[in-house]
């Protein structure tokens, strides 16, 4: 019996030994050829910790993905499953990949990550924006703090009594810590939830993300007066006191030094228009001694961070360079270190038994009726309807990384022993997992693009307004960046009708993706300041002047690019749009499909309820542009026709000059294969029409060719055009088939022929191009079909 345990022994007296000698560990092997195990050097097992986090974090990840759950949730579970809970269980498992020796390099390189993270927490709060939230926001925050702390103190006091060894700590500094737990709203999680439900820019989402701000700002003050309160527990009463002016006196020092340094800084990379890499190398410095700074002080390191990233100006190129720069670092690569360094540390089998259980639903549900309840009823003080105030208590329910640093830093500091650790890290799992299916349930408006809907066109609106003399043209212009093209600006002035009975109502709608990153926060906050881009019309007059019969309305959707279309379609149908005008970009590249703005265009070719245009600008039908000669290319079919009524639309002006050129191929069939006489009736009778509408002030031309496509190139490369209008599709195969067999394979987006004008022609082609579809309900299918294939 003793020869069989003597190994076990000597395992385990090897693995103590180095576990003490920890400056013996080197940072690099030699390699298995030399007789070196990489397991036992720092860099190589750091390397495959941090693969194996990643792996299981990004798997659990997708998995949840279905129930719209934030990332955090998937990095918490991860970090659980790692630790003691779960895979830790195993001896062996723990021995090798995550040996005691390597705990504190793996918690150092965890909090590079984690104070980085806060610096971009701070970079993403626009303190300006939050004083501009109003009062309804601030008392709604301040309810939502106060009651779950009130709940605290019973709280605390019951987990004192329960649990074994909880009350060897004060109890000021443990109700503190646990106010602060029940309390606290996890801001980039709430806004990654409102995203995902539509929400963001509703009224609900608008005030639950300026309450969550002031509720951000409150808890790290709060967390700030525990931390301090809990150093000097050990020591003397005053250290506290003077850990908190010493706290002061730094946030001073970055308000009236550091403040105004960085805004010299950020004016001057403005002014160059270009951002220095000596700044950007100062700043991340600046990050690191703040950081000291305030560990220095006796708070924690975490603060600096902070409050570094508040003092940095939100306007300019300046801040959205230094995002860009550390973020997918930070927030892919580091942060799920932080994660499973604090799931290393939570057992959940401390909770055991029935009263452990017992004691974890109270504490869920205290947090849940602490937070929802007084964001309730303040909410109904401020005459929110009661469905819109349980939805907002709901939604300041949510926890996550702010939640889990809270408890890390109280566990550090010895306030929370193991037991009240991983029940208060299940309450914040709990809370954070419940909050979207309860708000899609109790709150969230329905939406269904693929429902029935009215679906309208030009064509349409055209017979409408011919019979009744009377007709609001409902006009949606998608912009991506804070400027609208030129081109689109004088499309959309040249489609008003010049007559007194029409009205152009004109909604601009501005796209802005949302990524897992933190950057997108920050754009969230920059579009609440500052609006969505301002639109000029004619002279540098608003277009929403009341003599240009214009109504403009703005408005702004953050979706994830593959939900997008759905923002843009339930805007379409609510407002009964006639037309939706895209911008094009650059195609997407090949394994870059589902990441480039082509896959929103293209979900809106499918599921929009009206005629969309797709706007490629070049620069030269811009409003200032001398050259205002329309050129509409006819081929047949229902959006060649659409093309042509939105070409009359334009003749309509005194200053433009509309051309109608028209294809014929010779020797062949010019007929549509499928309803050859309708189609024909229908493409003759609508020339007929224009020519006689538009005879002197619109120029019809037919020509006959063996070779569109030379043709079409050189229309484009015409500089007597400023714009070229195409139809996207739906015209007889015989009549583009030299065409078809260069651009098949690209022609999804924007058809055949308005491809090889945006992408085929090079440098040459100077001319703006515009691609149309009327929204046909037969084709959609079909549509559908060509681009999950293409997907695929």
Not at 307 to 319: A, H, R
């Amino acid at each position: 019996m003793r020869i069989c345990t003597l190994p076990r022994k000597l395992k385990n007296h090897m693995h103590t030994k180095m576990a003490l000698n920890i400056t013996s560990v080197k940072t690099s092997s030699d390699g298995v050829w030399q007789g070196d195990n990489p397991f036992h050097y720092a860099f190589p097992l750091l390397i495959i910790q941090t693969t194996l986090i990643i792996f299981i974090s990004r798997l659990l990840a997708f998995f949840l993905k279905p129930l719209r759950q934030p990332k955090v949730i998937a990095e918490i579970l991860g970090g659980i499953l790692l630790g003691p809970s779960a895979l830790g269980k195993n001896h062996e498992f723990m021995l090798w990949v995550f040996p005691s020796w390597s705990t504190p390099i793996l918690d150092t390189v965890a909090s590079i990550g984690l104070l980085f993270f806060l610096f971009l927490v701070g970079l993403e709060l626009d303190l300006t924006s939050i004083r501009r939230s109003g009062k309804k926001a601030l008392v709604i925050a301040t309810a939502g703090i106060l009651l779950p702390f009130l709940f605290g103190i019973g709280i605390t006091f019951l987990l004192r009594k329960a649990i074994s060894g909880a009350d060897r700590v004060g109890y000021t500094q443990c109700f503190l810590f646990m106010g602060v737990s029940l309390s606290i709203t996890a801001f980039p999680v709430l806004a990654r939830i409102l995203a995902e439900l539509k929400l963001l820019t509703t009224p609900v989402g608008e005030t639950a993300m300026a309450a969550a701000a002031f509720n951000d700002i409150a808890a790290w003050v709060l967390l700030a007066l525990a931390v301090a309160l809990a150093s000097g527990s050990h020591q003397n009463p005053l250290s506290s006191l003077w850990v908190l002016i010493s706290g002061a006196g730094f946030v001073i020092f970055m308000v009236v030094v550091i403040r105004p340094t960085m805004n010299r800084v950020a004016s001057r990379c403005s002014n160059h228009g270009k951002v220095e890499e000596g700044y950007i190398c100062l700043t991340l410095a600046g990050v690191m001694l703040s950081g000291f700074m305030t560990d220095f002080i006796g708070i924690h390191s975490i603060f600096g961070a902070f409050v570094f990233g508040l003092m940095i100006p939100k306007n300019g190129e300046f801040s959205g360079r230094l995002i860009r720069r550390i973020e997918d670092f930070v927030c892919g690569l580091l942060l799920p270190l932080y994660f499973a360094s604090s799931g290393l540390k939570t057992d959940v089998n401390k909770i055991e038994g029935v009263k452990a259980w017992g004691l974890l639903a109270v504490v869920i549900t205290t947090a849940c009726t602490g937070k929802i309840l007084g964001t309730f009823l303040m909410g109904m003080a401020c005459m929110i309807p009661m469905r819109e105030s349980f939805a907002l208590g709901l939604l300041m329910n949510t926890k996550g990384l702010v939640e889990l640093i809270v408890l890390n830093i109280g566990k550090e500091k010895k306030v929370l022993n193991d037991e009240m650790f991983a029940i208060l890290v299940m309450m914040a799992l709990v809370t954070t997992f419940m909050t979207t299916p309860l708000v899609m349930a109790a709150y969230k408006p329905a939406r269904n693009i693929t429902a029935t809907v009215h679906h309208r066109s030009l064509s349409e609106s055209s017979s409408h307004h011919s019979q009744t003399l009377q007709f609001d043209l409902r006009v949606i212009a998608c912009v991506h960046g804070p400027q609208i093209s030129p081109s689109m600006t004088n499309l959309i002035n040249l489609i008003q009708s010049p007559n007194t009975y029409s009205t152009l109502k004109l909604y601009i709608l501005h796209l802005i993706e949302l990524t897992e990153m933190s950057s997108s926060i920050a754009m969230v906050h920059r579009v609440r300041k500052n609006g969505v881009p301002c639109f000029t019309g004619n002279k540098g007059s608003e277009v929403g002047s009341k003599s240009n019969k214009v109504k403009v309305r703005k408005s702004t959707a953050i979706s994830a690019l593959a939900t997008m279309h759905e923002d843009i379609c339930h805007v379409a149908e609510r407002k009964k749009a006639t037309i939706v005008i895209l911008p094009i970009h650059r195609p997407c590249q090949e394994g870059e499909t589902g990441h480039c703005w082509e896959v929103v265009n293209r979900s809106v070719l499918m599921h929009a309820p009206c005629t969309v245009a797709l706007m490629v600008d070049r620069g030269g039908f811009g409003v200032d542009c001398d050259r205002k000669r329309i050129c509409v290319v006819f081929v047949g079919g229902p959006d060649d026709r659409e093309a042509v009524e939105l070409g009359g639309r334009l003749a309509a002006q005194p200053d433009t000059k509309v051309s109608i050129i028209r294809f014929l191929m010779k020797g062949k069939d010019n007929r549509h294969p499928d309803d050859v006489d309708i189609e024909k009736e229908l493409d003759e009778r609508l020339l007929e029409e224009f020519r006689r509408r538009w005879d002197g002030e619109a120029k019809y031309v037919e020509k006959s060719t063996h070779n569109m496509m030379e043709e079409l190139l050189a229309i484009g490369k015409n500089e007597e055009f400023g714009l070229v209008i195409v139809g996207r599709g739906r015209f007889p195969a015989t009549m583009v088939a030299g065409i078809l067999e260069q651009e098949a394979e690209r022609s999804l987006e924007l058809g055949v022929i308005g491809n090889l004008l945006a992408f085929s022609g090079g440098q040459e082609i100077a001319s703006s191009v515009l691609v149309v579809q009327k929204h046909d309900q037969a084709k959609e299918d079909q549509e559908r079909t060509m681009f999950d294939q293409h997907l695929v």
